[in-house]
């Protein structure tokens, strides 16, 4: 079992930085794929990033790409999502999850999932 907890949401002006941070207890993450999802009010949950334990590949969706980087530290079992440049459209409940097989853009492929952390991104 992997229980996740993430942090490190809050609220921003447009243009402004967060950094998500997701630890985890229970199991070591080496062996997992980590992503970031988001759900926004009235929205399906969408996924933002994913980091593969198998070849270090990382993937975004084209609606982050260039603004945000999914990073994790081993040492410290946690993954991070540096998010830049934020825009009201990236306003959402981001989760942080993880797969024992594979990155994937749907949730029904990760077994574990935090609580979630609320961000908003407003003037």
């Known amino acids: 079992q992997v229980q996740l907890v993430e942090s490190g949401g809050g609220w921003v002006q447009p243009g402004g930085s967060l950094r998500l941070s997701c630890a985890a207890s229970?199991?070591?993450?080496?062996?997992?794929?980590m992503a970031w999802f988001r759900q926004a009010p009235g929205k399906e949950r969408e996924g933002v990033s994913c980091?593969?334990?198998?070849?270090?590949?990382?993937y975004y969706a084209d609606s982050v790409q260039g603004r945000f980087t999914i990073s994790r530290d081993n040492a410290k079992n946690t993954v991070y999502l540096q998010m830049n440049s934020l825009k009201p459209e990236d306003t959402a409940v981001y989760y942080c999850a993880a797969s024992g097989i594979k990155c994937s853009w749907y949730a029904q492929g990760y077994e574990y999932w935090g609580q979630g952390t609320q961000v908003t991104v407003s003037s």
């Open positions: 229970g199991e070591t993450l080496d062996y997992y794929a």
């Open positions: 980091s593969s334990y198998r070849d270090g590949s990382t």
